[in-house]
Nanobody, 121 residues
Framework: QVQLVESGGGLVQAGGSLRLSCAASRRPFSTYAMGWFRQAPGKEREFVAA????????YYADSMKGRSTISRDNAKNTVYLQMDSLKPEDTAVYYC??????????????WGQGTQVTVSS
């Protein structure tokens, strides 16, 4: 079992930046990907970005390309999501996940508790 703890959420003005962190209780399996998803009130959970733990390949939702960077620190078992040029529509609870999938939440077996990101206009 991998436990995930997110941090770094908060309130930011439109155009600002935030860096989210996700600390894993142990090193994820080499076949795992670490993903970020978000869920706004009344909406379905959607993919934001993912990184393969082994090799470091990265994947982004179209809405976040060019505005976000996902990275990992192997020594700390931590994944980061740097988000820039934030928009009010980025407001959501952001979840970290670990699993064998990339784009689909159903392929992630482990989830954090979520961290709130609020972007004011």
């Amino acid at each position: 079992q991998v436990q995930l703890v997110e941090s770094g959420g908060g309130l930011v003005q439109a155009g600002g930046s935030l860096r989210l962190s996700c600390a894993a209780s142990r090193r994820p399996f080499s076949t795992y990907a670490m993903g970020w998803f978000r869920q706004a009130p009344g909406k379905e959970r959607e993919f934001v970005a993912a990184i393969r733990w082994s090799g470091g390949s990265t994947y982004y939702a179209d809405s976040m390309k060019g505005r976000s960077t996902i990275s990992r620190d192997n020594a700390k078992n931590t994944v980061y999501l740097q988000m820039d040029s934030l928009k009010p529509e980025d407001t959501a609870v952001y979840y970290c996940a670990a699993g064998t999938g990339i784009y689909y939440a159903r392929n992630y077996a482990h989830w954090g508790q979520g961290t709130q990101v609020t972007v004011s206009s």
